[in-house]
């Protein structure tokens, strides 16, 4: 379904440049399929979740928590590959923490004085 958007927005040249290229690396077509098909039904379900938490939480909550996810992935990636982490990508990792850190604090002060 996203096939056309990807030609229209990559080109054909570089879909054919990385299909090869993954050829090129050992993969057969049948592994290629299979794997495409995999990350596509992954961001499905990935997608589905993302709505159902939505659903249920404040769309800041959710934006907040979000946030964390992507610095939680940067901070895995860093351990678990050794990505190396630029300074401008650790003070954005330390603003993101900060801001969802306030934002936590900021939240629960308002709903204590909302009781009271």
Do not use: C
Not at 45 to 55: D, G, K, T
Not at 78 to 88: A, C, E, G, T, W
Not at 100 to 111: E, G, L
């Amino acid at each position: 379904m996203i096939l056309p958007f990807s030609i229209g927005i990559e080109g054909p040249k570089a879909i054919t440049n990385a299909w090869s290229a993954a050829l090129s690396n050992g993969y057969t077509q049948g592994q290629l399929l299979r794997l495409l098909s995999i990350s596509g039904f992954l961001y499905y379900i990935y997608n589905e979740v993302a709505f159902l938490a939505l659903s249920e939480v404040a769309p800041v909550t959710h934006a907040v928590t979000n946030t964390v996810k992507r610095v939680v992935i940067i901070l895995a990636s860093v351990i678990v590959f050794r990505n190396p982490v630029s300074k401008l990508g650790a003070i954005g990792s330390g603003l993101a923490i900060a801001g969802a850190t306030a934002y936590s604090i900021a939240k629960s002060k308002f709903s204590k004085a909302k009781k009271d």
